[in-house]
């Protein structure tokens, strides 16, 4: 139970995130979904919780979807063979590796942020396809797959709004298609399904805190302290992981 409660915190804080600015569910947490399961549930689960707050962020709110399919159609391709590749990387590392990954993944998602508010120059479209890749890849490794689609819409100039939508429908995509390669590959577990409904009746929750949120926040302080989650999170992810 301690365990419990501390994942269903992590994922409501982590989709109340997800929802106010398309960034977080899986940054906040996954070091905790690592720590209280099994890798292959955590994957499991994170992507139910994925699954779900992508859908209410894209078609439970009554609002016109901005999202850049020019953008994400090509990182979409990519990142199907990327899901298989995560997949296999999934079975193969044990779970301190994958702890590991983790919490490296998560800190460098926060630096990836603080770097992308400096940007001033686009890149060329054909880093979609590298990008998408490592998306996929990282959707069935260790379910930290929003940092890279942040990243690149950032550096494209995308607004708030088209940022949100964007890396939204990118992770809904992502996160179903995770579903039958983990299932091919016997990965696809839910040992405790009171735990799972827990943790989205949870995401549900945080994902509708965050809507409201998205039209009110101060989003430069809210992000400050997002970040300085995030490189908590991942030094305890780390930790864990070598100790």
Do not use: C, H
Not at 9 to 15: E, F, M, P, W
Not at 112 to 138: E, I, Q
Not at 211 to 229: H, M, N, P, Q, S
């Amino acid at each position: 139970m301690p365990e419990l409660a501390l994942a269903a915190l992590a994922v409501l804080l982590g989709a109340f995130a997800q929802s106010a600015t398309g960034f977080g569910l899986s940054a906040v947490a996954a070091p905790a979904l690592f720590v209280a399961m099994e890798p292959a549930e955590a994957v499991t689960a994170l992507a139910a919780l994925g699954i779900l707050v992508s859908l209410l962020t894209l078609f439970a709110e009554r609002r016109p979807r901005r999202v850049l399919w020019s953008e994400l159609a090509p990182m979409l391709a990519a990142g199907v063979p990327g899901v298989v590749l995560g997949a296999l990387a999934l079975r193969a590392l044990p779970k301190a590796a994958l702890q590991v990954i983790v919490g490296a993944a998560v800190i460098a998602s926060a630096g990836v942020r603080v770097a992308g508010r400096g940007w001033s120059r686009r890149p060329g479209g054909g880093g979609r396809y590298p990008v998408g890749l490592l998306s996929g890849a990282l959707t069935t490794s260790t379910n930290l797959n929003g940092p890279p689609l942040v990243a690149w819409l950032l550096a494209r100039g995308a607004g708030p709004d088209e940022l949100r939508d964007t890396v939204t429908g990118g992770l809904l995509a992502l996160n179903v298609a995770a579903v039958p390669v983990l299932a091919a590959l016997g990965l696809l577990r839910s040992d405790g399904l009171f735990g799972l409904a827990v943790l989205l009746a949870v995401a549900a929750l945080g994902q509708r805190l965050g809507r409201v949120a998205f039209e009110r926040i101060d989003t430069a302080r809210y992000e400050t302290v997002l970040l300085v989650g995030l490189v908590a999170a991942g030094g305890a992810s780390i930790a864990t992981g070598v100790l």
